[in-house]
């Protein structure tokens, strides 16, 4: 599915939510855009999203990023994207260049 699609699929979702009596929410609602397993294709995500925050611990790599108050964010296991370099130790390349980082905007 395109991130495109989702959106869409998302604004219907929206639409259904908002033709529904109004109800108290008990957490911060989010958007998560899934679990990956290829380090190309999430690449690809934190670039588009673009001023992500991201968070290596334990064995994944989270990324997130927040839109008012609704939190988008996604993952992949942390040895698609880092060495490690001993137990419980990890070296990881950084996911833009410093020229990428300086062009990413909110």
């Not at 609602?29 to 679990?35: A, D, Q």
């Not at 588009?48 to 334990?58: H, P």
Request: net charge negative; proline share 6%.
């Amino acid at each position: 599915m395109k991130s495109h699609e989702y959106a869409q699929q998302l604004k219907t979702a929206t639409d259904y939510i908002l033709s529904r009596p109004e109800f108290e929410m008990e957490t911060t609602p989010g958007i998560y855009l899934g679990y990956y397993w290829d380090k190309t294709p999430f690449i690809a995500l934190a670039k588009a999203l673009g001023n992500v925050e991201k968070d290596y611990s334990g064995t994944d790599l989270k990324i997130s990023t927040k839109v008012g108050d609704i939190k988008i964010w996604a993952s992949i296991p942390r040895d698609k994207v880092c060495r490690k370099v001993q137990e419980a130790k990890w070296e990881c390349e950084p996911l833009f260049t410093p020229e990428e980082e300086a062009q990413l905007t909110k």
